[in-house]
């Protein structure tokens, strides 16, 4: 059975009117002394902003970091479930708060989220990878997690790499390894 939050989250209303909302991404941020009081529906609307990171997934042009990181949070501990900006919580409130800047769906089954965007992580990393050299794809392939790492530490690693190696030359021109 198809989740009825997908398409919304997926297709191309992931824009919300902003005349249906006070919240303003141009306010000034507090000083850290200010005490923000946010109102339930700039609560509410912080919660969609997060779900709509989901629509960058299968974007090829979304940066790796931003989609690992995307995916770090919804395929999260389940134990952090409830915490108030998981993504299973995002999906709670988004769905069932009449604030919400989608129409009603009720709740939705994070589980069932989780297991469609699991179906499609593969054909998305693999576009996104396109966009690398044959050295990078190898990397992520065989190493994915040093490869996180590298990029949780400088989420330039790559560009700082690959603009290295436009300097100096690759290293590996013309071996097999880069015919790979």
Known sequence: ???????????????ANP???????????????????W????????????????????DPAT???EKLDTLRWIFTEQEKDGRPFSF?????IVGCSPLSPIDYCGAVDADLVRQHVH??????????????????????AENPAWVERQLTLNPQWINE?????????DLFEGSDHAAG
């Open 119 to 140: 179906r499609q992580v593969r054909p998305w990393l693999r576009a996104s990878l396109q966009r690398y050299p044959l050295w990078v794809r190898h990397a992520v």
């Open 1 to 15: 059975m198809d989740n009825p939050v997908i398409p919304a989250l997926a297709g191309s209303s992931l824009d």
């Open 19 to 37: 005349s249906t909302t006070h919240w303003s991404p141009a306010l000034p941020a507090p000083s850290s002394e200010e005490v923000v009081n």
């Open 88 to 92: 299973s919580n995002c999906l709670r």
């Open 161 to 169: 790499q690959l603009r290295h190696m436009a300097s100096v030359g």
């Open 63 to 65: 940066p790796l970091e």
């Open 39 to 58: 109102t339930e529906e700039e609560i509410v609307y912080l919660h969609w902003r997060l779900l709509q990171e989901l629509g960058h997934l299968g």
